[in-house]
């Protein structure tokens, strides 16, 4: 089975501009999240998504936003691009919010920079 | 919120001998605990997780990792290092009081097996 897959896998923009990271969860798997890493630390919790809606934000600004579509999969969309939006950009997912398991499946990940 | 701790930045070790990382933690209630690993250039792989039961909890590629309450400890460790283990690894706790699976990561430790 496939994993958790991400696109694109490197991307460059400029101060200002929009962006759009996309995600397909595993196969059966209902929930989303996504994490910010920047250089030298560890993931930061965005979002998580389960049945389309929206189940946990972190301590990001509006400029992030998220959704999840009927098939699971996911977008992440950030607008007016800061320098400091350079980071990894991280998608798990999970059979659900509160699977007894608990395990999230990370993605290979988004290599944003802003220039 | 919940949180965890990783003190040291890089633990190098001799190929073949015992392999530790930190974590602490602090939680309210019951923790939930992970330990992720990341190679270059990839995304993070899960290596094993304490919900509940034994402490020590055996994980992916002979690793396992002891569940200390007393000293709020999820240490994790392999009796013989190789060097296809250095990267970076990562512990991380639920952080969402609802049960979701949001996580909150320590900053990582940097392993690195000396041949």
């Known amino acids: 089975d496939a994993g958790v897959t991400q696109s694109p896998t490197h991307l460059i923009k400029t101060r200002g501009q929009q962006v759009t990271l996309r995600c397909s969860p595993i196969?059966?798997?209902?929930?989303v999240s996504w994490y910010q890493q920047v250089l030298g630390q560890g993931p930061q919790f965005i979002f998580q998504?389960?049945?389309?809606?929206?189940?946990g934000r972190g301590n990001f600004p509006d400029r992030f936003s998220a959704r999840q579509f009927p098939n699971y999969s996911s977008e992440l969309n950030v607008n007016a691009l800061l320098l400091g939006d350079s980071a990894l950009y991280l998608c798990?997912?999970?059979?659900?919010?509160?699977?007894?398991?608990?395990?999230?499946?990370f993605g290979p990940g988004t290599r944003l920079t802003v220039t | 919120a919940q949180s965890v701790a990783q003190p040291e930045d890089q633990v190098n070790v001799a190929e073949g001998n015992p392999l530790t990382v930190k974590c602490t933690y602090s939680?309210?209630?019951?923790?939930?605990l992970f330990w992720y690993v990341q190679y270059p250039n990839r995304g993070l792989q899960f290596l094993l997780k304490?919900?509940?039961?034994?402490?020590l909890v055996k994980g992916s590629y002979g690793f396992e990792a002891e569940f200390n309450k007393s000293q709020t400890s999820f240490h994790l460790k392999k009796p013989s290092a190789l060097v296809s283990d250095s990267a970076l690894y990562f512990c991380?706790?639920?952080?969402?009081?609802?049960?979701?699976?949001?996580?909150?990561f320590g900053k990582g430790n940097q392993v690195v097996v000396i041949p």
């Open positions: 798990a997912s999970s059979l659900g919010p509160r699977d007894r398991f608990y395990e999230q499946y």
């Open positions: 196969s059966g798997h209902k929930s």
């Open positions: 998504y389960y049945e389309k809606e929206e189940r």
């Open positions: 939680v309210s209630g019951n923790p939930y």
């Open positions: 304490y919900i509940t039961g034994d402490n």
């Open positions: 991380a706790v639920r952080d969402d009081i609802y049960g979701n699976n949001r996580l909150a």
